[in-house]
Each structure stands twice: as structure tokens, then as C-alpha cells.
């Protein structure tokens, strides 16, 4: 009796979804768990796994949408099996998937969008360097070792007389789908700034101690906890105490009440080649620098490789985005409904202040621009600027991260 492939619910309000490219072939045999397609939804990439042994009929084509539960492929278990195949297990020789272009390689480990990439552009894959986890070829590597497409000339309005005709140059237009994921961001953001009376207030924060903490304990502290110890570990221990303080601006509004959390989910965003995701760190107030720092990196990698599960990626409370990793000395943060406030971080610039110790004096000292967007109707402005000024306080004056003050 054939077996169905059925898109599985990648979670709650998810209805539809993206096939990606089918790395198996039609007819093809395939053991149980063999990885036969990626599906990606407005949230997470999900790998589709092969519900048992036999042949596989391929019903859908790669690319297209798909509802939540449509078949898009049957394996047949009655099928006999080839001796490649039979002789696999024996061997434990994993199959590969190929693709039926050039641009491909069976030996290369690649995601099923940088494939499809690679076959579009005529790019070898053997010769990218792959990025993700175990080198694994992302869809960014591809699109940056691409040549530019060859552009689509559109043909000039006749004009009268003068115009000289242009050297060089072109005017060429290119159109592509947004994915799912960049459709929900884009839906999000426009959501955030319909319904919220959104506020930003801004601050700058002296980075001169919380530099010199880390240059004198970043060797011992990675030696003895296997992760690095960077400056998000200091701005989520300064969040979570201002959180605590300042409660509301932990909080939703559902309806006409207001939800409080005894707890600190902090989301952090990430930034992929699929664009940005905001990955949960949970009990954000329970944990170590150790911890946190840890947990960062994790929902790192497995955002940039495409693998954050739904559930990884709601439920925040709080959001910080650090866009001085891509130079911006400044921005209002958009929030991330329905939390009520986001932080934003920024480059670290020196510049001329006066000396704190000796009044009067000018300095260079590493400054940092931050940024608190909130929503107005749940968090007051005094309330907002004294809770980012509490985070400038504990990132001055890292001992109160600490002793917890």
C-alpha cells in the first residue's frame, strides 16, 4: 500500500508553505528518515523526511506553495528494491542527493535553496566554500560566488532630436519572490507601527569598563566555559535587571488588559541570508554570562543554517538587535509585537567626553548609541528613559550586573 508525503504543520497559524528543491529523484529508492525535500514557511526551514522504505513518486514540483497537509509525493513500500540500494545498509554508505544540472555536486553538503541557486546561476558548488555548520554551502556563498545575471534590456523611448544615445550603463528591471519568511517580517513591521503607539528614546553608554573586563578575562573565561565572552552577555544581564525593575516593559497588552511575566524570555536577532530572525534566549534571568553567552551562539548557528524551530522563535518578551555588527551608529528599532519594548544596540565609536573622574577634562573613550523603541500605551516615557538609563548604569558600572543592583 503506498504511503502518502504529506506537508506536516510547522505550527500554530502556519496554513501554507514553500517547497524547496526535491533532493531525491522521481523513481528514486529511499530508506526510511532519508531527507527528500526542505520545506520553508514564513518562520523556520523544516527538512521533510521520508515516512518509510520504497520508491518514491514525486507530485509536486520544487518552489511552489503548498497548503499545510496537500500529498505532495507517494512512496511505494511494494517496490522491488535496487541492489545499490539493498546493498547500502550493508555498506553504510549514505546516498547523496544530485540534481540534474551541472551546477551541482553529489559530494557537496549544501542546503536545498543553495542548490536550487547554484542550478538557476551555473554555479559549481565544488567550488564555493561553504559557511554553515561542517562547511555546509548556504544560499549567501552561493549568490556571492555567482556572476551578475545577465541583465534583461528594456527597450529607450525614441527621442526627439538631441539625447545622445547612452555608452555603458544598464536599465535593467528584476523581479523575485519574496519568501515566506520575508513576508512575514514585512507583515510584522507594518503590524508593529499600526498598532502600537511606538516611541523611541536614546542614550549613549561609555563602553571603557565593560572592554576591559573583557580583554582581561575572554582567554579564561573561554578556556574554562567553551564559549566566547562577547558584549550581548553584558547588554541581556542589563536588560533582564532593568526588566525586573521596570516590569512593564516585560509586559503585552491583550485586549484591555495588560499581561505581566515573572520571567525574561530575551529574543535577540539574528541576521541570515534569508533575513532577520529574532531567536529566544528563555529564563533569560536564570542564567549564567556562560549561559547566556552559550545559548546565543546555539540559536545562532542553527538560525544561519536554517534550522530554528517555530517554537524557538516565539514567546520573547523583549527583543535586542545589535546592528553595530553592520556599522550602524544609529537607528530606531522596530518593535516585535506583541512585546512593548525593543533595545537597540550600535557601533562603538570613540569620542571626546568629559572625564567623569576629573570634571572639566576631555577624553577619547569608546562610546556606544542606544536605542529603547517602546509602545506608549503600556510604558510611560519617564518609565522608558529610566529603564535605559539603568541599562547605561549597569553597562558603566558592570558590578551591578554582579551583585544584581
Given at each position: 500500500m503506498a504511503i502518502d508525503v504529506t506537508i506536516p504543520s510547522p505550527g500554530e497559524s502556519i496554513n501554507e508553505v514553500t517547497l524547496g528543491s526535491w533532493l531525491k529523484r522521481e523513481g528514486e529508492w529511499v530508506d526510511k528518515d532519508d531527507l527528500l525535500v526542505e520545506i520553508e514557511s514564513d518562520k523556520a526551514t523544516l527538512e521533510l523526511l521520508a515516512p518509510a522504505a520504497g520508491a518514491l513518486k514525486i507530485g509536486a514540483k520544487g518552489g511552489s506553495t503548498q497548503k499545510v497537509g496537500a500529498i505532495v509525493g507517494v512512496i511505494d513500500p511494494a517496490a522491488v528494491r535496487p541492489a545499490t540500494a539493498a546493498a547500502k545498509p550493508a555498506t553504510g554508505a549514505e546516498a547523496k542527493p544530485t540534481m540534474t544540472t551541472s551546477a551541482a555536486s553529489p559530494d557537496v553538503r549544501a542546503t536545498s535553496m543553495a542548490k536550487k541557486i547554484a542550478a538557476e546561476k551555473g554555479v559549481t558548488l565544488t567550488e564555493v566554500s561553504g559557511s554553515g555548520p561542517a562547511g555546509r554551502v548556504m544560499k549567501a556563498d552561493v549568490l556571492a560566488a555567482s556572476d551578475k545575471s545577465t541583465p534583461v534590456s528594456t527597450p529607450a523611448a525614441a527621442a526627439p532630436h538631441m539625447m545622445p544615445e547612452p555608452r555603458g550603463g544598464t536599465r535593467a528591471v528584476r523581479r523575485e519572490t519574496m519568501t515566506k519568511l520575508r513576508q512575514r517580517i514585512a507583515a510584522r513591521l507594518v503590524e508593529a507601527q499600526?498598532?502600537?503607539?511606538?516611541?523611541?528614546?536614546?542614550?549613549?553608554?561609555?563602553?571603557?569598563?565593560?572592554?576591559?573586563?573583557?580583554?582581561?578575562?575572554?582567554?579564561?573565561?573561554?578556556?574554562?566555559?567553551?564559549?566566547?565572552?562577547?558584549?550581548?552577555?553584558?547588554?541581556?544581564?542589563?536588560?533582564?535587571?532593568?526588566?525586573?525593575?521596570?516590569?512593564?516593559?516585560?509586559?503585552?497588552?491583550?485586549?484591555?488588559?495588560?499581561?505581566?511575566?515573572?520571567?525574561?524570555?530575551?529574543?535577540?536577532?539574528v541576521g541570515t541570508d534569508r533575513g532577520l530572525v529574532v531567536p529566544v534566549v528563555r529564563n533569560a534571568e536564570t542564567l549564567s554570562f556562560a549561559g547566556i553567552e552559550g545559548g546565543i551562539k546555539a540559536l545562532a548557528l542553527k538560525a544561519r543554517d536554517g534550522k530554528l524551530t517555530v517554537d524557538e522563535m516565539t514567546g520573547g518578551t523583549f527583543t535586542i538587535s545589535n546592528g553595530g555588527v553592520y556599522g550602524s551608529l544609529m537607528s530606531t528599532p522596530?518593535?516585535?509585537?506583541?512585546?512593548?519594548?525593543?533595545?537597540?544596540?550600535?557601533?562603538?565609536?570613540?569620542?571626546?567626553?568629559?572625564?567623569?573622574?576629573?570634571?572639566?577634562?576631555?577624553?577619547?573613550?569608546?562610546?556606544?548609541?542606544?536605542?529603547?523603541?517602546?509602545?506608549?500605551?503600556?510604558v510611560d516615557g519617564s518609565e522608558a528613559v529610566s529603564f535605559l538609563v539603568h541599562i547605561k548604569d549597569c553597562i558603566e558600572k558592570p558590578e551591578r550586573l554582579l551583585l544584581g543592583v
Open positions: 499600526h498598532t502600537a503607539a511606538m516611541l523611541t528614546t536614546f542614550n549613549e553608554v561609555d563602553m571603557t569598563e565593560i572592554m576591559r573586563l573583557r580583554a582581561e578575562h575572554k582567554d579564561s573565561f573561554e578556556k574554562q566555559h567553551g564559549v566566547g565572552l562577547g558584549f550581548m552577555g553584558f547588554f541581556v544581564k542589563a536588560a533582564v535587571s532593568a526588566l525586573q525593575k521596570y516590569p512593564r516593559v516585560n509586559a503585552y497588552i491583550v485586549g484591555d488588559e495588560i499581561e505581566f511575566h515573572d520571567y525574561c524570555d530575551v529574543a535577540v536577532a522596530i518593535l516585535n509585537p506583541p512585546q512593548s519594548g525593543i533595545l537597540g544596540m550600535h557601533a562603538i565609536k570613540k569620542r571626546p567626553i568629559e572625564d567623569p573622574k576629573n570634571p572639566g577634562q576631555i577624553v577619547l573613550r569608546p562610546m556606544m548609541y542606544l536605542a529603547l523603541s517602546y509602545d506608549h500605551r503600556i
